[in-house]
């Protein structure tokens, strides 16, 4: 049951003195931005937010995310108030082994993600509203606090422009306009009819208060809580380090405790033991998709197909099974097929267009309910959403990542479409795993791996078509490889589009006499280091092979695990992409790059000794 005013603005003084007081334990933290958007979040609080603390997971909670994760000290204090911790707990703030880090992670329930990354609260809130509206189908409603620097970063367009076309009347925006940043003031400063006149264009409704006004706020929640057929967005005029003389609306005075905090603790009326009792959310049952079952594709051996096609044929079957599967891309479904699961679900398709950060926002925002999302686009241009991947580490999410059309085996779309990087930046993200199947039954049996794997997975899909080497009953697991040709003399480590090209060199060495083994690393990250110490052991030297750029891919997963292995013996020879390509067929570009049958038999032969 809401309070009254009065009741309010005291809890937001206490969410300013809790601010205050775990900042100075932590000696360190954002009082003076957490100390503007207490007033929003004590009327938040207070009557609006359905939460049921108890039980973090329960299936009709709203979510609230603090995209502006440097607030911390008021989300904690938050906490406080609605009995999710102690006191003790509060003081633990930024301490070695705290739930309470510096900002928000999901170590702490009811902590959707991880935010203090700025520009990622509002684009993961609307995935986790388009989950809400289209697969859970529950009415729980998403509030996500934004700061007003933030505003700055390109990904809270993308979301503004998404949820506006996708008319998502179940999120609230809360900016908090507090005027000034880290080093001066904000673009717009207090020019809220600015904010108003931007985030209408995208078809939003921006409602302008004075965001220390509690009636106002009120009044606004409750506007946003009454539309229908349109997001909203209240734009909340602030001031930073509100009620503390010494640091209100004072530059300066960012991310530092407060000088003299019992002198303000003070003047905000001293300590406070209020507490709230959130309202109860609905207890409908979410929504759960009915499936016909069925099993995965599988593939004549001799066979030529592409990895991406038998991507989207193997994630359209994974969905006959799965009711928590569901697949985004990035406005080339026709390239990386993932249009043929919009073909067979479209009821769990979603079409992000191309913006790519909104892309794997959306899919980190259905994780948070419990989907399991396959997102696809060109590998090169997940690049752009590379710190929402990074965060999704910390978020703990569970994401993943089908990347088309990579090295330069794609051919005449030329170097801005090749991706040469992703397995270096992918294979660094914390917990990845990394995946380049050759042929379309390893991709079948890696996607249904992927599915069951905790964690953010990579599967490296190709433009062209590879012939079917693996028999659709081997084994293919995270962290395998197979042999696709037996030999002793010299190893060959490849992966993708040069799995062909190795099979291809070690066959013309065998007429030279040199009988060379072929490892199929088709899983990079855990790459196998048995069959790669083997390989080392048995065979003496390596040469790896890789559509992608030397560093941190193939070549340096077979260095890293040789590294950690017995084997110190073995001479490696990486054979990879070193300049920047041009346009050309693939076989002209594969050669161009030194990485096709031609030179892989060179230098597996100057490995052996033997004659070229």
Not at 147 to 176: C, P, R, V, Y
Not at 230 to 248: F, Y
Request: overall charge negative; some cysteine.
């Amino acid at each position: 049951m809401a309070h009254d005013a009065d009741f309010r603005r005291e809890l937001g003084q206490q969410l300013r003195v809790d601010s205050v007081r775990s900042s100075a334990a932590a000696n360190s933290g954002h009082p003076t931005s957490s100390m503007s958007a207490a007033d929003l979040m004590a009327v938040l609080l207070d009557g609006h937010l359905r939460l049921d603390y108890s039980d973090p997971k329960a299936p009709g909670n709203d979510h609230l995310i603090f995209s502006k994760g440097h607030a911390s000290p008021l989300y904690y204090a938050v906490l406080k108030a609605v009995g999710a911790i102690d006191d003790a707990e509060l003081l633990t703030f930024r301490k070695l082994g705290s739930r309470l880090q510096g900002h928000p992670t999901p170590l702490i329930p009811p902590t959707d993600v991880a935010t203090g990354s700025l520009g990622q609260g509002l684009p993961i809130g609307v995935g986790v509203a388009m989950a809400g509206r289209s697969l859970d189908k529950l009415p729980y409603r998403v509030w996500v606090l934004c700061g007003d620097s933030e505003m700055a970063e390109g990904s809270m367009w993308e979301a503004f422009q998404h949820a506006g076309w996708e008319k998502l009347d179940n999120i609230t925006a809360i900016i908090d306009v507090n005027r000034l940043g880290q080093t001066r003031e904000t673009m717009l400063g207090w020019d809220l009819d600015g904010y108003v006149r931007r985030i209408e264009a995208f078809g939003w409704k921006a409602i302008a208060i004075d965001g220390h006004d509690v009636e106002a706020i009120e009044a606004a929640y409750t506007e946003a809580e009454n539309t229908v057929g349109q997001p909203v967005a209240i734009i909340a005029k602030t001031k930073k380090g509100k009620g503390v003389a010494a640091v209100e609306d004072q530059p300066g005075k960012h991310g530092k405790p407060l000088d003299d905090p019992e002198a303000a603790i003070a003047e905000l009326g001293g300590s406070r033991d209020l507490s709230v009792d959130v309202a109860r959310p609905s207890t409908a049952a979410p929504n759960v998709f009915e499936v016909p079952g069925g099993s995965m594709p599988s593939y004549a051996l001799g066979d030529e197909v592409a990895t991406r096609k038998a991507y989207g044929e193997s994630i359209a079957a994974l969905a006959d099974i799965r009711g928590d599967v569901v697949a985004l891309d990035g406005e080339v479904s026709n390239s990386t097929h993932s249009e043929d699961f919009r073909n067979a679900h479209p009821d769990r398709y979603f079409e992000m267009f191309i913006a790519e950060q909104q892309l794997v926002a959306a899919a980190t925002g259905m994780q948070v309910r419990g989907y399991t999302p396959f997102v696809s686009t060109f590998a090169a241009f997940l690049s752009r959403a590379y710190d929402f991947i990074r965060m999704g580490a910390i978020s703990q999410a569970k994401l993943i990542l089908s990347g088309s059309h990579a090295g330069v085996s794609i051919g005449e779309d030329g170097p801005s479409q090749m991706a040469l990087e992703d397995m270096a930046s992918l294979r660094a993200i914390h917990g990845s795993v990394v995946l380049h199947p050759s042929d379309a039954n390893q991709t079948a049996q890696l996607v249904a791996a992927v599915a069951d794997y905790d964690g953010i997975s990579f599967i490296r899909t190709l433009r062209g078509k590879t012939p079917v080497r693996t028999a659709p009953d081997e084994d293919v697991r995270i962290g395998g490889s197979r042999i696709a040709h037996e030999g002793s003399d010299v190893a060959i480590i490849a992966c993708g589009i040069t799995l062909d090209e190795a099979v291809k060199a070690a066959e013309r060495l065998a007429e030279d006499g040199v009988h060379a083994r072929v490892l199929d690393a088709y899983s990079i990250k855990p790459i196998d280091a048995a069959a790669v110490a083997a390989a080392a052991r048995e065979c003496g030297s390596i040469v790896t092979v890789e559509d992608h750029a030397p560093e941190g891919g193939l070549g340096d997963a077979v260095l890293a695990a040789l590294a950690e292995s017995d084997e110190h013996a073995a001479h490696v020879v990486k054979l990879a992409v070193r300049e920047i390509p041009g346009s050309g067929t693939p076989e002209e570009l594969l050669h161009g790059a030194k990485i096709d049958a031609d030179a892989i038999a060179d230098a597996a032969q100057r490995l052996v000794g033997a004659p070229a």
